[in-house]
């Protein structure tokens, strides 16, 4: 079974203008340097939200947490109930 991170990395791949592949995604990257804007944003949660049939809150539609893949993981897995 894939990890939280792992399925977020594929996910990420679509959306992220410089990467074009998940061995090039740093867990502490500044995924805005690998090329995520405010659209791909939207785009990359809705693609989270039905990869792991949840919904984003709002308190958790920030900058912060769309900062690095390893930020992005911790508010999937705080979403899912720390699975």
Do not use: W, Y
């Amino acid at each position: 079974m894939n990890t939280t991170i792992e399925r977020l990395k594929v996910c990420m791949v679509e959306h992220l203008k410089f990467v074009q592949s998940v061995e090039n995604i740093n867990d502490d990257a500044e995924l805005t340097r690998l090329g995520l804007d405010s659209m791909a944003a939207i785009n990359l949660m809705i693609d989270i939200e039905d990869e792991f049939g949840i919904t984003f809150p709002d308190a958790l539609l920030t900058p912060e947490t769309f900062r690095t893949s390893m930020t992005l993981s911790s508010a999937i897995e705080e979403i899912m109930g720390g699975v």
